[in-house]
C-alpha cells in the first residue's frame, strides 16, 4: 500500500538554526509529493510540492527535493524563525487518484528565541 | 479570498446527543473530504467526494457516523450518538480532482462529555 513516514517530533531548535525534517515514502504508483504546515488552532495549508523526480519544491524559505532513488522528500529550510513553529506534514497522491491524500503523522516544529 | 467554512467552530455536547458539522466547499471544487485529527490517532481520512459522490468512507465508523452532500455547496458529518472517544478536532478539505492542493478549512472542535 501506500504510505509515508516522518520524523518523530517535536523538534525544538533556536532561531536561525538549520532545520531538516525527514520523510520517506511507498507507493504503488509514481507519486506527487507535498508538505502542508498546520500553524496552532488552524487547518492544514499547502506549503510546497514536487510531482516528478528531481524536482524540488520551494516557498517561504523552505525547500524540498524528489529522491526517486531514495524513495524521500526531507524538508529543509536554512533559517527558522519563532514563526516557523507548526506542524508539518509530508504527503504523497498518486497518479490518477485525483486528490486523494496520504499523509505522515506529522512533526511538531518548536522554534525558541 | 475564497476559503472553507466550517460551522461550529466549536462544539460540547453530552454523550448520546447527536452532532452535525457543515462544511462549504469553495465554489467550483468538486472534491471533498472529512478528517478527524487526534493527538494519539493523528490525521484520520473519514470520508472523500467526488462530484457529490461518495467515494471512500472506509475510515468512518459506520454504525454512528454519516457524511452527505445535499448539494454542491454544503457536506454534513453527522455523529448519532455521540461518545467521548469522538471528541477531535474535524477538518473539512475542498478541491479539484484534476489539481494537487486541498484547501483546509479552520475545522471543529467537538468535545463529548
Known amino acids: 500500500g501506500n504510505s509515508v513516514t516522518q520524523m518523530e517530533g517535536p523538534v525544538t531548535l533556536s532561531e536561525e538554526a538549520f532545520l531538516t525534517i525527514n520523510c520517506t515514502y511507498t507507493?504503488?504508483?509514481?507519486?506527487?509529493l507535498f508538505w502542508y504546515v498546520q500553524y496552532p488552532g488552524e487547518g492544514l495549508q499547502l506549503l510546497l510540492k514536487a510531482t516528478k523526480a528531481d524536482d524540488k519544491g520551494s516557498n517561504k524559505g523552505f525547500e524540498a527535493t524528489y529522491r526517486k532513488e531514495t524513495t524521500s522528500f526531507h524538508l529543509e529550510k536554512g533559517s527558522v524563525q519563532v514563526s516557523d513553529s507548526a506542524v508539518y506534514f509530508c504527503a504523497l497522491s498518486l497518479t490518477g487518484g485525483g486528490n486523494k491524500l496520504t499523509f505522515g503523522t506529522g512533526t511538531q516544529l518548536k522554534v525558541e528565541l | 479570498d475564497a476559503r472553507v467554512t466550517q460551522t461550529p467552530r466549536h462544539k460540547v455536547t453530552e454523550m448520546g446527543q447527536e452532532v452535525t458539522m457543515r462544511c462549504q466547499p469553495i465554489l467550483g471544487h468538486n472534491t471533498v473530504f472529512w478528517y478527524r485529527q487526534t493527538m494519539m490517532q493523528g490525521l484520520e481520512l473519514l470520508a472523500y467526494?467526488?462530484?457529490?459522490?461518495?467515494?471512500?468512507d472506509s475510515g468512518m465508523p459506520k454504525d454512528r457516523f454519516s457524511a452527505e452532500m445535499p448539494d454542491a455547496t454544503l457536506a454534513t458529518l453527522k455523529i448519532q450518538p455521540s461518545e467521548p472517544r469522538d471528541s477531535a478536532v474535524y477538518f473539512c478539505?475542498?478541491?479539484?480532482?484534476?489539481?494537487?492542493?486541498?484547501?483546509f478549512g479552520p475545522g471543529t472542535r467537538l468535545t463529548v462529555t
Open positions: 467526494f467526488r462530484n457529490r459522490a461518495p467515494l471512500d
Open positions: 507507493a504503488t504508483g509514481y507519486p506527487s
Open positions: 478539505a475542498s478541491g479539484l480532482d484534476r489539481g494537487y492542493e486541498q484547501y
